[in-house]
């Protein structure tokens, strides 16, 4: 093998347990305040907002209005569509889901809702009065 090719190779785990020291030894602080294992007792959790919340930006998915405590989303069953499905949503007085969730990858039209959107919680999440985590200075791009 090549001379410089094994040097290098000779340098990798050097380099690894440097970097592995490096990551253990820096302070690294979590945004809750506390370590990973410690419990953290919460004077105010807060609580789903009912009503509809304004979006933020265009293209953010709808917030969910109500609790989705219960709601059972797996692979065989998925609660959300039993108000939210085109089939279902008009008797519920729900609003469907956007059309965008029955086209499947290549675009063609489904009767079913496809399987790159059957997770709803995947971007859809409960709308909660929560103070953020960090600031937030975002800015819509209407305002300007």
Partial sequence: MNK???MG???IPPL???GLALAQSSNVTSLRGAEVDEPVILDNIPRTVEGRMQRNYRQQPPLIPHSVEQYQIDTRTNQCLSCH???KA???N????????Y???DGVELDHIAGTRYF???CHVPQADAPPLVENVFEPSSSN
């Fill in 103 to 105: 086209l499947d990858r």
């Fill in 90 to 92: 008009g008797e519920r």
């Fill in 16 to 18: 690894l347990l440097g």
């Fill in 94 to 101: 729900a609003p469907t889901l956007s059309m965008t969730h």
């Fill in 9 to 11: 190779l000779a340098l």
């Fill in 4 to 6: 410089s090719i094994l």
């Fill in 85 to 87: 499905d085109w089939t």
């Fill in 120 to 122: 709803c919680n995947q």
